[in-house]
């Protein structure tokens, strides 16, 4: 079952790394004195479009550092990052922290690893409803690549063709492509209306079960492919836009109230729908069937994926129960989620608390939105 390989695998480096302040590879960021500029895509020039495309590339390429087995490139590292956690960073209330922290850690990679001086760009969604096949975002020569082709929808074009996965659901490694199938009807739960609705929010249980709901389904749903895999979405490099684009929203809702947003947090650390007011997401979306009513025939999704299940993703293995290998260093004192809840990332950087990333213009992220 894929439970018990998940927390085998996870137990041991989480003794070693979670419980403690740093992790086994330390890539410390400087004092926060510059914040990065952070940019809608279609704001850069295509200058630094290229510039960042050809980053990523290059920890695509660049060995890993952070002793993970089975990792062959600092890509794959993230990715790992992302997998070994996921029912600690999905329907939780560490969910938009740790998201935030993640893109954060991208950002820091490209920098000190590739040297990458330019903004980071986070992907409008909003502008792209309707339209997602036309979105420069997926542009051949100076975009993400376009849609995927052949029975397994690999992506055939662009700077990603090429680019080839490893880590799958249960910390195996084998060979993979990414894969997308882009589709107005995933996208669509971005509109304006959707944005809106989570704006009008007064507190952070709210903000997040409504952020975590239709707009963060919509890149997922809309790109799809490896994007909807709940576990090896980090694998598409559009994943760190898509995500970009959700602590933007994250972030105009806290800069409403800055005096009591950024410091508010809560909801559960252990995944479940419970954690959400009313059960669950505001119109659903992420979890539930991401594409809407309708045919999804011409959608490339994960084998076994039931887009008519409230929760569709197809790993019956997962153990909903908490483990301890996890929860006994988070350091919330119980299941609510705290500021001095821990943010790991297996290594790749060290160790930080959701109270370290409540306010972007400082510490860690030391970024600002434009």
Request: some cysteine.
């Amino acid at each position: 079952m894929f439970a018990p390989v998940l927390l085998v695998l996870g137990a041991l480096p989480l003794i070693s790394c979670l419980s403690s302040v740093k992790g086994s590879y330390e890539r410390r960021p400087a004092e926060c004195t510059v914040r990065t500029q952070r940019k809608s895509w279609t704001d850069l020039t295509s200058a630094e479009k290229l510039n960042y495309l050809h980053a990523d590339l290059c920890l695509m390429s660049t060995p890993a550092k952070s002793g993970i087995a089975g990792a062959k490139t600092l890509w794959d590292e993230l990715q790992y990052a992302h997998i070994i956690q996921v029912p600690y960073i999905h329907f939780v209330g560490a969910f938009l922290p740790f998201h935030r922290y993640f893109v954060a850690i991208h950002a820091h990679l490209l920098q000190t690893e590739c040297n990458y001086t330019g903004p980071i760009p986070y992907w409008n969604e909003t502008a792209d409803v309707g339209n997602i096949v036309g979105s420069v975002i997926f542009d051949v020569d100076t975009g993400f690549g376009g849609d995927g082709t052949g029975a397994r929808g690999c992506i055939a074009d662009g700077p990603f063709a090429n680019l080839t996965l490893h880590f799958k659901e249960d910390l195996n490694t084998t060979d993979y492509c990414v894969t997308r199938s882009l589709n107005d009807r995933g996208l669509s739960a971005a509109s304006q209306d959707n944005i809106d609705m989570c704006l009008a929010t007064k507190s952070f249980t709210e903000i997040w079960s409504c952020l975590e709901g239709r707009p963060h389904g919509a890149g997922h749903g809309g790109v799809s492919g490896t994007m909807i895999n709940l576990f090896l979405s980090p694998g598409d490099p559009i994943f760190f836009l898509h995500h970009g684009f959700l602590d933007k929203l994250w972030w105009d809702w806290q800069s409403l109230n800055l005096t009591t947003r950024l410091t508010e947090i809560g909801g559960n650390n252990t995944m479940s729908f419970r954690g959400f007011p009313g059960g669950g997401p505001p119109g659903g979306g992420f979890p539930g069937n991401p594409f809407g009513p309708g045919d999804n025939s011409s959608i490339v999704l994960p084998p076994g994926f039931n887009s008519s299940n409230p929760f569709p993703f197809p790993f019956p293995g997962l153990d909903m129960e908490p483990n301890k290998a996890f929860t006994d260093y988070f350091y919330d004192g119980g299941n609510i989620t705290t500021l001095n809840h821990t943010l790991w990332s297996a290594g790749v950087v060290q160790n930080i608390t959701i109270g370290d990333v409540m306010d972007p213009r400082s510490g860690f992220v030391c970024a600002e939105y434009l």
